[in-house]
């Protein structure tokens, strides 16, 4: 079924910005505002049914705006009408040059990106409420680890210059403060844990995934959010491109010969932890520990072979969720044939 209208809506915390054309007319809209509650949603709809919108045939598009989006995605889903979310960035690049900024003006260059772009843009479905509170603990933990790791430094500041200042006193409210911080951490993985056997298919996966070598509980529920527990990406290369270790050439004739080089754009949690577990890969799978040497002397790059194994790590994770089996590690399983 091919939508006949499309609505863009701008969020923000008190308040959706509605504005809506019709793909013969996508320069003619017409607007309207309504509360971010769930009566305002309700009102929302039935202002559409008024001005003569087809809701079966209707694609909403919005901005990642985070929690504020949430519940009037929640809202939609119950009434099984098709929405997306867009990267803000993303958006802001595809507009060319514009002027002037406001939530009416936002809400009708949303709904003018949806028009020109359905044929590429996929209709989205929220995470499983597992997904979601494991969202949110893993946001709460990365809180916690950021404040732990300043206390740290703080505290050895203060330890250093306490023969020149008396900081006995901040110095044994820091130590209890961080072993708090520490224990909260400690809970917090706990509670990751018994979140991840909630759900009977995201607790296979999750065993699939740590099946990998080098990948821990935090990479694994890493992996679970975001990729929405495999169905946001279709393939092992484009979560590489999302993650930003997929390589990308740089030329243009025969005057741009740039190197071939990752992307910024990235989802830059990911890529660290996909870090650590590339450095541990290498300690404990011969095969990858092999590969890491073999480039080394061959002369490259130590990140670029890094990254690399980062690809690497990726495709297997994929490549076991596909097949529904744990890894086995190829020389293992050679000796054992």
């Known amino acids: 079924m091919r939508s006949l209208w499309f609505i863009g809506v701008d969020v923000s915390k008190i308040t959706l910005d509605l504005a809506a054309c019709h793909r013969v007319h996508p320069d003619q809209f017409i607007h309207q505002q309504f509360a971010n509650t ?12 008024k001005q ?13 705006t985070g929690h504020y989006t949430l519940a009037f995605c929640c809202f939609l889903q119950e009434q099984e009408l098709l929405y997306t979310l867009v990267s803000p960035l993303h958006l802001k690049r595809s507009l060319g040059i514009v002027r002037g900024k406001n939530d009416r003006v ?14 590429t843009l996929k209709p989205m479905q929220l995470p499983s409420a597992c997904l979601l509170k494991l ?29 020149l200042v008396d900081n006995r006193f901040i110095i044994k409210q820091s130590e209890k403060q961080l072993k708090l911080i520490e224990q909260q951490i400690t809970h917090t993985d706990k509670q990751m844990e018994a979140t ?9 996966h999750f065993r699939l995934i740590t099946s990998v070598v080098g990948i ?3 990479t694994a529920a890493a992996f679970l959010i975001y990729t929405q527990d495999f169905t946001a990406f279709d393939n092992g290369r484009q979560f590489s491109c999302y993650v930003g270790v997929a390589p990308f050439d ?10 071939t080089q990752v992307s910024p754009l990235a989802n830059r949690k990911m890529k660290a932890l996909l870090s650590n577990c590339a450095s541990a890969a290498i300690q404990h799978d011969p095969e ?41 590690v190829l020389k293992q399983y050679g000796q054992a044939a």
Not at 38 to 49: A, D, E, H, N, V
Not at 139 to 163: G, H, I, Y
Not at 196 to 204: A, I, R, T
């Open 196 to 204: 991840l056997q909630e759900d009977e298919e995201v607790q296979k």
């Open 38 to 49: 769930t009566s305002g949603f309700k009102q929302l709809l039935t202002w559409l049914k």
């Open 250 to 259: 740089h030329n243009s004739g025969s005057s741009i010969r740039g190197k």
């Open 135 to 163: 969202k949110n603990l893993m946001a709460f933990r990365d809180r916690l680890t950021k404040t732990k790791v300043t206390l740290k430094q703080t505290l050895q500041d203060l330890k250093d210059t306490s023969a």
């Open 52 to 64: 003569k919108v087809d809701l079966n045939k209707t694609f909403f598009c919005m901005e990642h």
């Open 288 to 328: 990858l520990k092999a590969y890491y040497q073999r480039k080394l002397k061959e002369g490259k790059a130590k990140l670029a072979v890094l990254n690399a194994e980062k690809v690497k790590i990726i495709n297997r994770v994929f490549a076991t969720v596909n097949r529904g089996t744990e890894y086995v």
């Open 216 to 218: 821990g509980m935090i």
């Open 106 to 119: 936002d809400a009708q260059r949303i709904a003018q990106y949806a028009c020109l772009h359905h044929r």
